[in-house]
């Protein structure tokens, strides 16, 4: 398994996919709260600070154009209770990498890569 189609090749790739993660993990961060009782509340509250602070990070690190549903998702999901453990903006680094890095160039014939 080739993990660069995952991952990134290049470094900026890489550190998108570490903020992803921390994003991920600090919306997530919010289910915690329902380990205190009555506090819990409190902290799915967060959700409505965190959900447009995660959409614009969609928007703003991979600026493409299937970004935008990407970000309305996102969004959505952080704002709903109970769903805040879907890694949203790492499934959608995946996404962007495979479609980046997915496809192998296209292996020429025989006798094709001495014509010019």
């Known amino acids: 398994m080739d993990l ?18 921390l994003m991920d993990l600090f919306g997530m961060s919010s289910l915690l709260g329902f380990l205190l009782g009555p506090l819990g509340v ?32 996102g969004g959505i999901e952080e704002i709903l209770p109970g769903t805040d453990f879907v890694p949203t903006c790492t499934m959608y680094h995946v996404y962007a990498m495979r479609k980046k890095y997915g496809q192998e160039p296209a292996a020429l014939p025989p006798g094709e890569a001495t014509r010019k």
């Open 4 to 21: 660069e189609r995952y991952i990134g090749r290049t470094w900026f790739d890489k550190a998108r996919l570490a903020t992803s993660l």
């Open 42 to 73: 409190a902290t799915e509250s967060t959700d409505a600070i965190f959900a447009p602070i995660q959409a614009a990070y969609l928007l703003l690190a991979y600026q493409r154009l299937d970004a935008a549903p990407a970000a309305v998702l």
